[in-house]
């Protein structure tokens, strides 16, 4: 289990992975379980490891992220696998968004409103589902899908995000060098978890005789805390190290195009200020932020790295289907914001490379898919049968070697569906991606007009054309509502946000001015508490 040595240690994974592809794609195996018509083609005991990481923004997979920043082993995965190229989270927060990938269920199936709403401990999960079906099962690192968990700042924010005020939440965004040009495992959290994942692929695995299901998460490229925020602090810091930093070709990165704070929808502004992003950045500022979460990428690119060689190393890789994918994505400073609780592309669009036995090689899905297709997906692997209830569909039919043959008869619908119910976002979101359209509805108690964005003529997603294309936009709000009633949705989430702030501001009895005082918000709190609790007060009543 030691630290990974750079350069020699992707020399030696890239001669392995060659030699492995040499190899064939390894033996078939019969099919187990009942056949599924939304199942896949090619199904057989393959073991699974996913790896899953935090904020990787998913268009660093293919253009144009990959001419800023070195990912040899995301590029190793497109070589002999298959990359979509258009799949997206179910809601762009952590606990909201692992429940959808765990559960197969879209977040209003699951009321996965916020951080500290997700799934219930005893939740049905697929990977209860393979270890009841004989599959030994592991999991290391970040998990993040239960109800309880994160900070105490971030459910009052997200139970008081309709009151009727605008408090700074976050730490300014920042970056932190730290250490020299031989710092290699500058989150070392992550690095451990990876060294125990390594650890029991080479001591454990090896001895099964039934196949495995591993999942690693990780909490990279996620911002780091800033405690200079206050006690309460947030996470807002970008940090590496000059050996992350050099894999980054700093001349490269785009500086983002940002529309005035007079012109921004009301909902992006109230996110841009929330996130303390309104202020004045400088070009190298932002570039910084960039250049430096890009190399947070590069290191959870290693990380990887290690599993896939540990694989090699143990000749379990010819054997194993390997899935690489994060909950969502990192604005990076587009839109003026960092962070996600965004629909637009850099929070919304995750990575999905899959690799493996029965996988296609070199092959690109440009079909929309979601998170909550993992699900089907495994049990598809595993030749478990599918539950009828499931939201997702198995991405079996696109990305097995006959993906050619079943393309056109994939049951996957031509759409998927996000949402976002929590903080820095003062209404809840619906997103609705098309084949190049984008459209996105906000639903509180106020009119807030939609978006539509063209993807295609405008991935940068700077102009709505939602008034330009009435007959478009008005013919995906159909398709919408009739796949969620999110006016209805929308007031159970009010109901919700103001059920538990009463529940918790009693609790905390006397306390209550002084607790609420000192959250995240706490700078902006402080110059007029009274005021700012009589607007909770009026949002109660």
């Known amino acids: 289990m030691g630290a990974m040595r750079g350069p020699v240690r992707a020399l030696l994974l890239l001669a392995a992975a060659a030699a492995w592809a040499g190899a064939g794609p390894g033996v078939r195996a019969r099919p187990v379980g009942r056949r599924d018509p939304r199942a896949g083609a090619v199904r057989g005991p393959h073991s699974v490891v996913m790896v899953t990481s935090d904020s990787f923004d998913g268009r660093l997979t293919f253009y144009p992220g990959n001419l800023t920043v070195t990912l040899p082993f995301v590029n190793l995965m497109k070589k002999h696998g298959t990359l979509f190229l258009n799949a997206y989270t179910n809601s762009p927060i952590c606990c909201p968004s692992r429940a959808a990938m765990w559960s197969g269920l879209f977040t209003h199936l699951t009321e996965s409103w916020n951080n500290f709403k997700g799934l219930e401990s005893n939740y049905t999960t697929w990977m209860d589902l393979m270890q009841k079906h004989g599959y030994h099962t592991q999991k290391y690192g970040k998990v993040d899908y239960i109800s309880g968990h994160h900070s105490l700042s971030n459910r009052v924010e997200a139970w008081t995000r309709d009151v009727d005020f605008l408090l700074r939440q976050e730490g300014r965004p920042m970056v932190n060098l730290t250490g020299n040009k031989m710092h290699v495992r500058v989150m070392e959290e992550d690095w451990q978890n990876t060294d125990k994942a390594v650890y029991w692929i080479r001591k454990e695995a090896t001895n099964f005789t039934r196949p495995f299901v591993l999942y690693l998460g990780l909490n990279l490229p996620h911002p780091y805390p800033s405690p200079s925020a206050g006690e309460n602090f947030g996470s807002s810091t970008f940090k590496t190290s000059p050996y992350w930093l050099e894999k980054v070709m700093y001349e490269a990165i785009k500086i983002p195009k940002w529309i005035p704070l007079s012109d921004m929808h009301p909902i992006d502004y109230y996110s841009s200020y929330t996130k303390n992003c309104t202020g004045h950045f400088t070009k ?59 629909m637009y592309e850099g929070s919304s669009h995750v990575p999905l490379l899959v690799m493996g036995p029965n996988i296609k090689a070199q092959h690109r899905v440009s079909n929309v898919v979601s998170l909550v297709d993992i699900y089907p997906t495994m049990l598809d692997i595993a030749g478990i049968p599918l539950p009828h209830n499931l939201s997702g569909y198995s991405l079996m039919p696109l990305l097995s070697e006959k993906a050619d043959e079943t393309l056109s008869r994939s049951p996957h619908p031509t759409w998927i569906l996000s949402e976002f119910h929590g903080c820095n976002v003062n209404s809840s979101t ?78 905390v009895g006397q306390n209550y001015s002084n607790i609420i005082a000192n959250l995240r918000w706490h700078q902006d709190w402080l110059k007029d508490p009274k005021k700012y609790e009589r607007a909770i007060d009026k949002w109660l009543k």
């Open 284 to 342: 190298k500022e932002i570039r910084d932020i960039r250049a430096f979460y890009y190399a947070m990428c590069a290191e959870t690119d290693a990380m990887l790295g290690e599993i896939i060689l540990a694989l090699k190393d143990t000749g379990l890789l010819k054997r194993t289907i390997i899935i690489f994918t994060a909950d969502h994505g990192e604005l990076a400073m587009e839109h003026q914001q960092f962070y996600k609780m965004s």
């Open 430 to 507: 619906y997103m609705l991606r098309t084949d190049k359209w984008k459209y996105i509805v906000y639903s509180n108690d106020h009119s807030i007009p939609p978006q539509l964005f063209d993807l295609f003529a405008d991935p940068d997603e700077l102009t709505n054309v939602a008034t330009t294309y009435r007959e478009v936009a008005h013919s995906l709000e159909k398709k919408l509502r009739s796949i969620i009633d999110f006016p209805k949705v929308s007031a159970s989430v009010h109901e919700y946000n103001k059920k538990q702030f009463i529940n918790w501001k009693q609790s």
